[in-house]
């Protein structure tokens, strides 16, 4: 995979020349931008942070080591300045060769950043033609993102690049700068961007999601778990899959599904001048572990584990949308874009304050889980005589 990685660098250098794009500039004139990060000093300074590719050294890598083998395949940069492009040339009086955002991957905001808000320093990411709008963009949870943009990646040459990976790996739907935009100025949705932190070994974790709030500078309102992250990614589309345990009671014992073909239905409807949600959950799952005495070929048996799962998951759900309702106040989950599609003359109105309104909607949820295969066994192995 390091392999792979290095040579589709190898590549875009090689397709850059042979395109010509790069302004009459050649690609050794070029410092060539893989990540940014955003943050905000203790001392109240806007900081931005750059992470380098160093193409010499990957070709080293490429050629079986040489001279790069012993070298970091990237270096951070990092300055302070009033907005986006003031500290981004403050950077560029370090550096010989002129920054290209072309190729940058991942852009990382820091949690003091997050606090503060962003909402006055993206103009630059849109206006700037350079500027990638494929870049994924996560929030650095109790951390500065240049502290988690400096560190050593395990399998790529690049943190920014194994971050492009790990929301595949997770089995969630990339979240590029673009959609980010696209919920910051959408009517009735509020951004969810995913969040990462750092663990004491300098590795970073997913720890779920953080949640801004575009009607206060896109500053952060909160996290969401992990848990919470795939519940909410579910009802917005964007969660392909993931791992569900639950406590089957009449079992007396946990089991574990492996869920797969997701799907939501929302709908809105309009009662006595009230807006109700309907929201149902469906999906599939494979039994990957069973540690409860139900055996999942039987049908009764399976009833029960997906009575159990559906009652469980419900639960789980409602009292992740009431969390959002009640402390943050924040549409995450797009309600407000369903009633403005359902109803466009109620929600000119409604839109005035639909904060306040989402908070105090009549949200229902339904859960419909099928355990399309038992396993390569029956009942638990422990639980037989």
């Not at 083998?69 to 002129?98: E, I, P, W, Y």
């Not at 946990?254 to 006595?272: F, G």
Request: glycine share 8%; charged share 20%.
């Amino acid at each position: 995979m390091k392999r792979a990685g290095k040579l589709g660098f190898v590549l875009l250098l090689m397709i850059a020349i042979l395109t010509g794009c790069w302004d009459q500039r050649e690609p050794n004139q070029l410092a060539f931008i893989n990540g940014a990060a955003m943050d905000l000093t203790k001392d109240g300074k806007f900081e931005i942070s750059s992470l380098l590719a160093i193409p010499a050294v990957i070709g080293g890598g490429l050629n079986g080591g040489g001279d790069g083998g012993n070298k970091k395949s990237f270096h951070v940069v990092s300055a302070t300045g009033k907005d986006f492009m003031d500290a981004g040339q403050n950077l560029q009086t370090q550096l010989s060769r002129q920054l290209f955002y072309g190729h940058r991957q991942t852009i990382l905001v820091g949690q003091r950043m997050a606090e503060y808000g962003i909402a006055s320093f993206i103009d630059m990411v849109i206006r700037n033609p350079q500027s990638e709008m494929r870049s994924t963009i996560y929030v650095v949870k109790d951390g500065d993102a240049k502290d988690l943009l400096s560190m050593e990646p395990i399998f790529d040459p690049y943190t920014s690049t194994e971050l492009v990976s790990q929301q595949d790996t997770l089995q969630i739907n990339p979240y590029y700068y673009r959609n980010f935009l696209s919920e910051s100025l959408s009517q009735g949705t509020y951004p969810l961007l995913p969040a990462v932190s750092m663990t004491p070994l300098k590795k970073y974790v997913y720890t779920g999601s953080a949640i801004l709030n575009k009607d206060n500078g896109l500053k952060l309102a909160g996290f969401l778990n992990t848990r919470e992250s795939f519940y909410a990614n579910w009802i917005t589309g964007k969660q392909k899959g993931f791992i569900i345990t639950s406590y089957i009671t009449q079992g007396n014992g946990n089991i574990s599904l492996n869920m797969q073909k997701l799907d939501r239905r929302i709908r809105v409807n309009l009662v006595n001048d009230q807006i109700q949600i309907e929201v149902r959950l469906v999906g599939k799952g494979s039994i990957v572990e069973n540690n409860a005495t139900l055996d999942p070929t039987a049908r009764k048996d399976l009833q029960i584990i997906q009575d159990e799962f559906n009652l469980t998951t419900q639960n789980s759900v409602q009292q992740l949308i009431d969390k959002v309702q009640k402390e943050y106040k924040t549409d995450i989950f797009g309600f407000g874009e369903v009633v403005h599609r359902k109803y466009p003359k109620q929600w000119k109105n409604l839109e005035k304050d639909w904060s306040h309104t989402f908070s105090q909607l009549q949200v229902s949820v339904k859960v419909d889980i099928h355990c399309k295969e038992p396993g390569q066994t029956t009942s638990s192995i422990m639980s037989r005589p």
